[in-house]
């Protein structure tokens, strides 16, 4: 099914060749995730991608100098005062219900997306930004990145989810010293720890996401959404049922007409052309 491009409020969500863009538009306040519509702008475009045929790949980058500074940092400090009403303003109760209601929907929208995610990490991804870009598929950081799990610098744990996403990234060890000591870390060695796919110069690090999710989504439509799904599905299922999920996948796959058509151009050595049929 084909769906036109949602309005978003804070962001700018773009498609072309099947990769769908979506920019974080607040550098005004370095892309916080709180504070802003963000939050409902991210879940839209996942929503928008899930229910779209045309879309087989999507990169979330921010505009300006950040990438996302996470949490509104002056929203925590004035909690009791101007931003009473905001996300973490409110007793034991309605905090934890401003989580589960508000920055939390993140992490499960992002889980459950259908197609491949890539992190075009432009500038510093701090606490929840941070988090956010580990919750996608692959990072790709210009040399400007910075990264840190940074919540018990302020006194705070990662509420966001962050601690499951980090130690399946990284492991249990890399992911505990990063988390424990809040420290922030630079492009060269986030790359050297397997944060960063790969690290660019800034004025490289679009034309090397949009390359990348280009060669993705190249790739047949329905095969690359049951392979994401496989993918999400190997972390938590156990392998007999796993391989029951391979099977019946494979049968779907083994059905469609783009896997005759990849068939017969690997054969007559041409370019395939794929219909998501």
């Given at each position: 099914?084909?769906?036109?491009?949602?309005?978003?409020?804070?962001?700018?969500?773009v498609?072309?060749?099947?990769?769908?863009?979506?920019?974080?538009?607040?550098?005004?306040?370095?892309?916080?995730?709180?504070?802003?519509?963000?939050?409902?702008d991210?879940?839209?475009?996942?929503?928008?991608?899930?229910?779209?045929?045309?879309?087989?790949?999507?990169i979330?980058?921010?505009?300006?100098?950040?990438?996302?500074?996470?949490?509104?940092?002056?929203?925590?400090?004035?909690?009791?005062?101007?931003?009473?009403?905001?996300?973490?303003?409110?007793?034991?109760?309605?905090?934890?219900?401003?989580?589960?209601?508000?920055?939390?929907?993140?992490?499960?929208?992002?889980?459950?997306?259908?197609?491949?995610?890539?992190?075009?990490?432009?500038?510093?991804a701090?606490?929840?930004?941070?988090?956010?870009?580990?919750?996608?598929?692959?990072?790709?950081?210009s040399?400007?990145?910075?990264?840190?799990?940074t919540?018990?610098?302020?006194?705070?744990?990662?509420?966001d989810?962050?601690?499951?996403?980090l130690?399946?990234?990284?492991?249990?060890?890399?992911?505990?010293?990063?988390?424990f000591?809040?420290?922030?870390?630079?492009?060269?060695?986030?790359?050297?720890?397997?944060?960063?796919?790969?690290?660019?110069?800034?004025?490289?690090?679009?034309?090397?996401?949009q390359?990348?999710?280009?060669?993705?989504?190249?790739?047949?439509?329905?095969?690359l959404?049951?392979?994401?799904?496989?993918?999400?599905?190997?972390?938590?299922?156990?392998?007999?049922?796993?391989l029951?999920?391979?099977?019946?996948?494979?049968?779907?796959?083994?059905?469609?007409?783009?896997?005759?058509?990849?068939?017969?151009?690997?054969?007559?050595?041409?370019p395939?052309?794929?219909?998501?049929?």
């Amino acid at each position: 099914m084909s769906l036109p491009v949602p309005l978003l409020k804070d962001a700018h969500l773009v498609l072309s060749n099947r990769v769908a863009t979506l920019t974080f538009n607040r550098d005004d306040v370095r892309n916080a995730l709180t504070g802003t519509e963000l939050i409902d702008d991210i879940l839209t475009t996942i929503d928008w991608v899930n229910r779209n045929d045309d879309v087989s790949c999507l990169i979330m980058t921010g505009a300006g100098s950040a990438f996302s500074a996470g949490g509104n940092i002056k929203e925590m400090q004035e909690r009791d005062g101007e931003y009473r009403n905001g996300a973490f303003g409110g007793d034991v109760y309605e905090v934890q219900n401003k989580y589960r209601r508000g920055i939390q929907r993140i992490p499960l929208a992002v889980y459950q997306c259908e197609v491949p995610v890539i992190a075009a990490v432009n500038g510093p991804a701090i606490g929840a930004g941070f988090d956010l870009t580990c919750m996608c598929d692959l990072r790709i950081g210009s040399t400007k990145a910075l990264l840190g799990e940074t919540f018990v610098n302020l006194g705070i744990i990662p509420g966001d989810g962050g601690a499951w996403f980090l130690q399946r990234l990284v492991g249990y060890q890399k992911a505990a010293e990063l988390t424990f000591t809040g420290r922030i870390v630079k492009a060269e060695e986030a790359q050297q720890i397997g944060l960063l796919l790969d690290v660019v110069e800034p004025d490289q690090l679009l034309d090397r996401a949009q390359a990348l999710a280009e060669q993705i989504a190249a790739k047949p439509p329905q095969a690359l959404r049951l392979t994401k799904r496989l993918m999400k599905s190997a972390q938590k299922t156990e392998l007999p049922e796993f391989l029951e999920m391979c099977a019946a996948f494979q049968g779907m796959c083994h059905n469609t007409e783009d896997h005759l058509e990849a068939v017969n151009a690997f054969v007559e050595k041409r370019p395939a052309s794929f219909k998501g049929q």
